[in-house]
């Protein structure tokens, strides 16, 4: 299949790519992602985008690439599994950006945190390979996979105790983003729903923070600029309609797993942001990610911000808040968004979520031995 990688190419490596996140990302990257390079401009250093597929599902990833191939844009593809000549190698070698939805989706009954042994494994055998294969001085990594409040853990880990000077820990990241377009869609919704949303076409932002499971999710409503027209009761409604929001979608699939689509948008939302920095048009971009806020090698904040934000959320050292990145990694962390949370928030939500996150972080550090 056809692979053309040179210095003007963008590298993005999915892994888990024939499952249901997988094949909609892919089909969302190989349809949209080119057109957020804008032609003729001086900044751009990269134009050229490759998606690398990968799946231990030799066939299905093979046919998902065949038929994504046949779509006339000008991203490039291959496909990899164990089957094809040098497997994960030639997937992971030279990218730039790597993005893992391998592993296990939940059925019904099931929490994130059921999850943890299986896709723990599969997280860990894959970080080997990038070990192996990578350039760690460079590659970003964005772990979709569930619980990513664990996973993230086990792969930081891995690394610190491959190569500590590696510093690759600034650049793994916990995706996130599904939580806050998830927000952001039940407003929009509540808000016309209870007649007081004029502004319908436009979507309303609100910011998540916390983890990514259950209580550890965090809407600060509070921030949206509709907040001041609704009840208690109608955010505390809002709230645990974003952190059940996944159970909503496994429910209905009934068996046949979890939120695909809706996390494939919000996957493609957040390599959007990471064009714009690897193709060199932004030196630093603004997003919301579950991160690192320790340096754990040096034992010292990771960025600006991050003593600030690792006092207010009583020494986590995991913790998912908007931040600015760099082709370094995560370059600052907007830790005064804790002041501007009111009451409810500070007082219920992340009083749950701290006890909660720490459980499900010290899963991930301790499922690798010291
Ligand atoms: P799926 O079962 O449809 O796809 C998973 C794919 O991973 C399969 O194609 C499978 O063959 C592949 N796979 C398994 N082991 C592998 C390995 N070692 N190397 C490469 N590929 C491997 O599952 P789906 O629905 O795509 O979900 C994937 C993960 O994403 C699940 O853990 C799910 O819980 C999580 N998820 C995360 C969300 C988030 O907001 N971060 C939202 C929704 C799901």
Known sequence: MYTAITDSTIKISIIGAAGGIGQSLTLLLKTQIHNLIPIGSNKVKKNHIHLALYDINSDAVNGVATDLSHIDTPVSLSSHSPNTENGIKDCLKDTDLIIISAGLPRKPGMTR??????NASIISSLTDSI???CDLSKIFILVISNPVNSLVPVITKKFIKFDPTADVERRVMGVTKLDIVRASTFLHQFGI????EKRSSIMPSVPVIGGHSGETIIPLFSQSKIHPQLTNEQVDYLTKRVQCGGDEVVKAKNGQGSATL???????KVVAKFISLLSGQEDIIKAIFYISLLDHTKNEPICPGAKELMDTVDGLDFFSIPLTISAKGVHSIKYWIMDE???YEKDEL??????KLRENI???WDFIQD
């Open 113 to 118: 945190e059921d999850l943890f042994n299986k």
């Open 131 to 133: 070990i192996e294969h």
């Open 193 to 196: 729903n209870e007649g007081f």
């Open 262 to 268: 809706s996390m494939a948008l919000a996957g493609y």
């Open 341 to 343: 949370m009111n009451d």
């Open 350 to 355: 992340l009083s749950a979520c701290i006890p």
């Open 362 to 364: 010290k899963t991930g």
